[in-house]
T-cell receptor, first 111, second 120 residues
Framework: AQSVTQPDIHITVSEGASLELRCNYS??????LFWYVQSPGQGLQLLLK??????LVQGIKGFEAEFKRSQSSFNLRKPSVHWSDAAEYFCAVGEQGKLSFGAGTTVTVRA | DAGVIQSPRHEVTEMGQEVTLRCKPI?????LFWYRQTMMRGLELLIYFNNNVPIDDSGMPEDRFSAKMPNASFSTLKIQPSEPRDSAVYFC??????????????????FGPGTRLTVL
């Protein structure tokens, strides 16, 4: 069965600084990988996804993620964070139409 | 373009009462998912439907939980009787599943705003 690990529970970053959120997955076949963002009191919004092809994936809000098969990782990055990026971020792996989510990383942005 | 619609957004009830959560998926989507989110257990898939048929209900906690999808535009998740440990945020999501044959494909799921359930 697939599983997802997000090693960082909470990250604090200064506005304008870069951000990287880690995600490691366990899955035997080619994974379908997703990053979602959840703002307080809201549902989950898709940031980006990887199904195949180019291992560097561009998403919305200036985010990107890189799939590294050798490291079983799919880390999310943003070069310069904005205060509005404060939220919880979830990595997920898909299998047969279902998603398994990591525990999430809460991002705090300080002025 | 309406997204996934859930109602109610908030529900407060007393232990032992029946609770019904409702979901309207995105028009044209053929898969629907119910999730539960808690601090302790994170996001858990409870059940999912494809073409109105339950495909996997292995995540349903116990017999007190039941879900139905009578048509392509409506689903309910019912808890009877409710207990305080059922307090959580319940999300509904929908997707357009690809053609049958590629069992490993996973299509993008779009989430509703959630229902925050509090059982006293």
């Amino acid at each position: 069965a697939q599983s997802v690990t997000q090693p960082d529970i909470h990250i604090t970053v200064s506005e304008g600084a870069s951000l990287e959120l880690r995600c490691n997955y366990s899955y035997g076949a080619t994974p379908y990988l997703f990053w979602y963002v959840q703002s307080p009191g809201q549902g989950l919004q898709l940031l980006l996804k990887y199904f195949s092809g180019d291992t560097l994936v561009q998403g919305i809000k200036g985010f990107e993620a890189e799939f590294k098969r050798s490291q079983s990782s799919f880390n999310l990055r943003k070069p310069s964070v904005h205060w509005s990026d404060a939220a919880e971020y979830f990595c997920a792996v898909g299998e047969q139409g279902k998603l398994s989510f990591g525990a999430g990383t809460t991002v705090t942005v300080r002025a | 373009d309406a997204g996934v619609i859930q109602s109610p957004r908030h529900e407060v009830t007393e232990m032992g009462q029946e609770v019904t959560l409702r979901c309207k998926p995105i028009s044209g989507h053929n898969s629907l998912f119910w999730y539960r989110q808690t601090m302790m257990r994170g996001l858990e898939l409870l059940i999912y439907f494809n073409n109105n048929v339950p495909i996997d209900d292995s995540g349903m906690p116990e017999d007190r939980f039941s879900a139905k999808m009578p048509n392509a535009s409506f689903s309910t998740l019912k808890i009877q009787p409710s207990e305080p440990r059922d307090s959580a945020v319940y999300f509904c999501a929908s997707s357009l599943r690809g053609l049958a044959g590629n069992l490993d494909s996973t299509d993008t799921q779009y989430f509703g705003p959630g229902t925050r359930l509090t059982v006293l």
